[in-house]
């Protein structure tokens, strides 16, 4: 029962990944719970990859089951092609997301977005690959839609996308100008969302992953 409460309390705050649950006491607070029964169903939650507990506090990792990523991590490893198919899932709940967060987004949630550009622009001019700060990005977009399953969800394929990729980036952020064309490209998606327009950011995402899976299968093929 802790458990589902723990997750039900994830879920209706919408709470996406790295998000503070609260100490071990305010949880025992908010439950209503003993300390002991508290720290078995955390022990049972990190053992599924939900939550990470700390000194400071527990962390949502992601609600997504660990029997759902690992058969697909596990395919992606055995088959590459099959990145590019989940390339156009990521196009599916991107774009839908697009949408959502036009019509949900408030004043901190566009300050987010803005943070994570900014930060997407730093570790590019840092020359850095920027794979950490390219998820946040499209998270902090996905947190503006205020559906916390959706958020759980793109966070899951945005990482299994990332891990299956981060060879491939490291060679095309070497190529001349593409570091360039990604943050346009990202730019141009912040600019669609601030300016409201639907039609404009679900262009943008789209031009952006189609570009990112042509690259990664022209790398790829180098490569191989």
């Keep these: 029962m802790v458990i589902k409460e723990i997750k039900n309390v994830i879920i ?11 100490t071990e006491r305010q949880m025992c607070k908010l439950l209503n719970v003993s300390r002991p029964v508290l720290r078995e169903a955390l022990s049972a939650l990190k053992a599924e990859g939900f ?3 700390t000194s400071s506090g527990v962390y949502v990792n ?18 590459k092609g099959k990145i590019f198919e989940l390339n156009e899932v990521r196009k599916i709940l991107e774009t839908g997301m697009g949408v959502l967060a036009i019509e949900r987004a408030n004043e901190e949630d ?49 990482n299994l996308f990332e891990k299956a990729t981060f060879l491939y980036r490291s ?6 100008g593409a570091s360039r064309i990604v943050m346009d490209q990202h730019r141009e998606i912040f600019d669609a969302f601030i300016a409201g327009d639907r039609e404009r950011l679900t262009m943008a995402i789209v031009d952006h992953l189609t570009w990112s899976a042509e690259e990664l299968l022209r790398v790829s093929e180098q490569d191989a």
């Design 12 to 22: 209706g705050q919408n709470m996406s990944p790295g998000s503070c649950i609260g």
């Design 51 to 53: 939550v990470t507990a």
């Design 62 to 79: 992601s609600i997504t089951p660990t029997a759902i990523i690992e058969p697909i991590e596990k395919v992606l490893d055995e088959d």
């Design 110 to 158: 566009t300050q987010n977005i803005r943070q994570a550009l900014l930060d997407l622009e730093r570790s590019h001019r840092d020359k850095e690959i920027g794979h950490k700060e390219d998820v946040q990005f499209h998270l902090r977009l996905a947190e503006s839609s205020h559906n916390g399953m959706y958020i759980h969800i793109l966070y899951t394929v945005l």
């Design 171 to 176: 060679t095309l952020f070497k190529r001349p």
